[in-house]
C-alpha cells in the first residue's frame, strides 16, 4: 500500500481513492490527532517532561522540526504504509483488532456494571 502522505495528496488533488486506502488513511489522521493532543499537553506543562518530548521527538533534523511543529513520530507515521505503521491491532475487521476489541469491550461492561 502507498505511504499516508500519497494517500492524502492525491485525496487533495481531487484523485480518488480506493476505499481501503482511504479508510486506513483516516485511522492514522485519528491517531496523529491524538498524539499531537498528547505532545501539546506535555509541552504547555513545561518542565522536565517537556524538556524531554523535545529531545526525543524533535532533535533529528532529518524528521522533525521544531520551527513547524513536526514531531519525528509524525514523520513516520505519513511516510509509512498505514497498515503497517497502525498494526493489525488497530485496524477494525482484522482478527487481531476483533480479540482486542471483545477484551475492551468486557472491561468496558465490568466497569460500568460495577458502577
Known sequence: ??????????????????????????????????????????????????????KMEYSDPETSSQELGMPSWYWKAIKKDPEKWLGLQNIPGTEEWERQHIIHEKIYEKVIKDN
Open 1 to 54: 500500500m502507498r505511504q499516508t502522505c500519497e494517500i492524502i495528496a492525491d485525496l487533495k488533488d481531487g484523485k480518488e481513492v480506493p476505499y481501503e486506502e482511504l479508510k486506513l488513511a483516516c485511522l492514522v489522521q485519528s491517531s496523529i490527532i491524538f498524539f499531537f493532543q498528547q505532545d501539546v499537553k506535555m509541552l504547555l506543562k513545561g518542565g522536565h517532561a517537556a524538556d524531554f518530548k523535545k
